[in-house]
């Protein structure tokens, strides 16, 4: 059974950083694309970050120049750096991979609280 699970939420003032960490276990073949999702209370989950096996990288607009993306494949991890954070960053952070098992599948971690407040 695949399992993505997530550590390095919190509080944190504005201005500040966090580092997200997602591992990926279980038994597959190979990880595709990581990546990372947020979601605010009353708000739909919308994307934050993308990385291919190959390194490519994907952001949304709002979080370009602050966050970065980055993966160990070895590891089968992903991680999230986090700089100068903004209120408007406070969601529940998802992470996200295509796994092949037998076919490829879309697995989510349980989410982890990100809180940016002074």
């Known amino acids: 059974q695949v399992q993505l699970v997530e550590s390095g939420g919190g509080l944190v003032q504005p201005g500040g950083s966090l580092r997200l960490s997602c591992a990926a276990s279980?038994?597959?073949?190979?990880?595709?694309?990581m990546g990372w999702y947020r979601q605010a209370p009353g708000k739909q989950r919308e994307l934050v970050a993308t990385?291919?096996?190959?390194?490519?990288?994907n952001y949304a607009d709002s979080v370009k120049g602050r966050f970065t993306i980055s993966r160990v494949n070895a590891k089968n991890t992903v991680h999230l750096q986090m700089n100068s954070l903004k209120p408007e960053d406070t969601a529940v952070y998802y992470c996200y991979a295509d796994i092949r098992v037998a076919d490829l599948i879309g697995y989510w971690g349980q989410g982890t609280q990100v809180t940016v407040s002074s």
């Open positions: 990385i291919t096996s190959r390194g490519n990288t």
């Open positions: 279980g038994n597959f073949f190979s990880i595709y694309v």
